[in-house]
């Protein structure tokens, strides 16, 4: 059967099985006026016979059906509610086909039951790519707002916690430590003599040595410990469920990693020390604050006791 003959067909068939009664009536809409609603029962069918209809989903154009096409087929033949909501793109003149009569044509026009289930492969294949194509948008949507986030969290020269995701990092590690009753220790680093690297190198070479305290440093913190760049050249780190005495155990370990590491630039090389103030949190701080202080006082402390050495709050 044309896709063009379509109406004309089903109109002389239904005229033909009406035993030469009237012809079977029409349904007019305007410009824009619903022809089928979203959710609503499917009891009809429309042929298209003037005009053109576009098939709406979430208030995305699917499709267009001109003059010859049908509408509202799938929830006729399956039972189901109407999954898209059919417009008036202009003037319409449509035939109404109500169960019944569907399944009389489709018995004396099989062609017709044919060209209806080839309608409905198309629109779900139409709608199977689109749902594939919302899910790839949402999902690229998903990952760039995952990124964005993790940028914003990140420290962009040497990728660990920015200050502000360090305190949020440290606000948790303080709650959880509260609830379970768990130790939770704090340490704060300093390159020493940063800025005679910076004058005698240049900037790009202090970038670099940022980024190699950066990795000794993690090469000796636990899973579970949090890095975070707090200052141009300062560095703190929580590490959770251990006291005072394990925290300066770790402190010293990374300290004697960065004072062993030989470093090159532009065909020179030198080495470079850290000094590193730790402490511990207190049960009943609401923050991590009282304890980053006391960290960075015992950071000046080291640096007045000669730099490259680690101390403990108090002591």
């Known amino acids: ?119 409905m492969s198309l629109r779900l294949r139409l709608m199977n790519t689109r749902l594939g194509n919302a899910i790839e948008d949402i999902s690229a949507r998903q990952e760039i707002e995952r990124e964005l986030r993790a940028m914003a969290a990140r420290d962009p020269l040497t990728g660990t916690s920015n200050r502000k995701h360090f305190a949020e990092m440290g606000a948790i590690e303080v709650e959880r430590s509260q609830r379970h009753g768990r130790e939770l220790s704090i340490a704060m680093l300093d390159v020493d003599h940063f800025k005679v690297v910076n004058d005698t190198y240049g900037h790009a070479c202090g970038d670099s040595v940022l980024r ?65 103030g730790v402490a511990a949190w207190n049960p009943g701080e609401p923050t991590v604050d009282p304890a980053l202080a006391r960290a960075d006082e015992s950071l000046y402390a080291a640096k007045d006791q000669g730099r490259n050495r680690v101390v403990a709050y108090g002591n």
Do not use: C
């Open 1 to 119: 059967m044309a896709y063009d003959d379509l109406s004309r067909v089903l109109a002389d068939e239904m005229h033909r099985r009406r035993d030469g009664g009237p012809s079977p009536s029409t349904v007019n809409k305007a410009s824009g006026e619903t022809v089928i609603r979203a959710g609503g029962t499917g009891e009809t069918m429309f042929v298209i016979q003037v005009g053109e209809a576009e098939i709406l989903n979430d208030g995305l154009v699917l499709d267009v059906v001109g003059p010859g096409g049908v509408v509202g087929e799938m929830a006729l033949v399956d039972g189901s509610l109407r999954s898209a909501t059919v417009r008036a793109r202009t003037d319409l003149r449509l035939m109404p086909i109500s169960k019944a009569d569907f399944g009389l044509l489709i018995r004396s026009r099989p062609e017709f039951g044919l060209y209806v289930m080839k309608v």
């Open 212 to 276: 190699s305290i950066v990795e000794a440093a993690q090469d000796e913190l636990r899973t579970g410990d949090i890095l975070g760049r707090v200052g141009g050249e300062e560095f703190a780190f929580l590490m959770p469920e251990t006291g005072i005495t394990a925290g300066l155990a770790i402190a010293e370990r990374i300290r004697q990693r960065i004072a062993g590491q030989t470093l090159a630039w532009d065909g020179k090389t030198f080495e470079l020390t850290a000094s590193i």
